[in-house]
């Protein structure tokens, strides 16, 4: 059994991964109680860019463009990055330049 602290974020990574959900689901997932679900959203809502959604069911997604954590890419797809930069205009290599820069992982 996990404790709150790690439920709450399994939780966010999760709502952050699938994006939308609604409470129902995320309490049968966590095998805590709506209430619990609810709970737990509200303590996150200050450090996580989240919509709660009223009615039935509940609604929950992740804002355009939030992500729980800093995403890189993986080295396979960094190696295939670099290699087709070579093949770009000056200018789309400035633009895959920036890309890799933002996402790849540092060394």
Known sequence: MR??????IELINYI???RITTLI???ERFEVSTKTIRRDLDAMAAVS????SQGHDGGVKAAPGWYSSYRYLTEKQ???LHRILLSLSDEDQDT????LRSFEKPR
């Open 16 to 18: 952050s991964d699938v």
């Open 78 to 80: 960094a190696e295939l």
């Open 49 to 52: 860019d989240i919509e709660i």
């Open 96 to 99: 895959m330049s920036s890309i």
């Open 3 to 8: 404790d709150t602290a790690e439920r709450r």
């Open 25 to 27: 689901h995320l309490a």
